[in-house]
């Protein structure tokens, strides 16, 4: 295989100079066609000043012709991916903007406790409370056990779910406390523990809220929802 004199690279350099003079942007310009370019001006000035006693062989050729054919490839395929990827982001960002004003399951440990009063016919009212939550099982449980915690962190009602299949499990909590009165409306905390046959169960704790709204961004789509935050359209569990 013939090697590139001092000479040829010196021609070369003097090439890529002049090159550079008349089209300072051309070698700067990363697409296919322009690699392309540079590389056979290389290739032509290479063969031009290539040593009469020992020329390019044909298999020298072919192979600085693969190279030529890989890297404009690669180049072309990271074009059509950023493309795609382009495309995804948009089309996902259409599909999630469906879910605005849907309520969702997604992981967290904040819940809220609501009123709700209705007046019947006769004028009188009835006032309920409700709180939605939820928990994941990624497998069965003999035993699920729930315990909400106030503001200051003291413990005002737990529940005992009992056995319980793999899957998610929506829960409303009526208000009642473990003494029997009523928790006053607002903003709760909760821990979720599951064991089967005294075998700790991974059990993810799923706070209740509605998108209101979904945003683009250099890290992709991301749904606003009401008592969780910022989420990923893939960390939602359940549509309610």
């Known amino acids: 295989m013939a090697t590139v004199s001092n000479d040829l690279l010196s021609t070369m350099n003097t090439a890529t100079t002049a090159a550079s003079s008349s089209s300072s942007s051309g070698l700067t310009a990363n ?86 009063t209705t007046t019947a016919t006769d004028g009188t009212s009835t006032t309920t409370q409700k709180a939605i939550f939820g928990v994941q099982l990624d497998s069965a449980a003999s035993s699920v056990n729930v315990t909400i915690k106030d503001s200051t962190g003291k413990v005002v009602h737990q529940l005992d779910l009992g056995s319980q299949a793999a899957g998610t499990l929506p829960i409303i909590w009526d208000g009642t406390t473990d003494t029997g009165a009523k928790a006053a409306d607002g903003q709760y905390t909760f821990t979720v523990t599951a064991a089967n046959a005294g075998v700790g169960v991974n059990a993810t704790a799923l706070s209740f809220g509605t998108v209101s709204s979904v945003s683009t961004g250099t890290d992709g789509v991301k749904l606003n929802v009401s008592n969780i935050g910022t989420i990923k359209p893939t960390d939602v569990v359940q549509i309610l």
């Open 31 to 116: 697409s296919p066609q322009d690699i392309q370019d540079r590389f056979l001006k290389l290739l032509v000035a290479q063969m031009n000043n290539q040593d009469p006693s020992n020329p390019m062989d044909n298999s020298q050729l072919t192979s600085q012709l693969a190279q030529l054919s890989t890297v404009s490839g690669i180049s072309q395929l990271n074009t059509t991916l950023s493309t795609l990827m382009s495309n995804l982001n948009s089309s996902t960002s259409l599909q999630s903007a469906n879910m605005i004003g849907h309520s969702v399951l997604a992981p967290g440990s904040n819940v809220t406790l609501t009123s709700d």
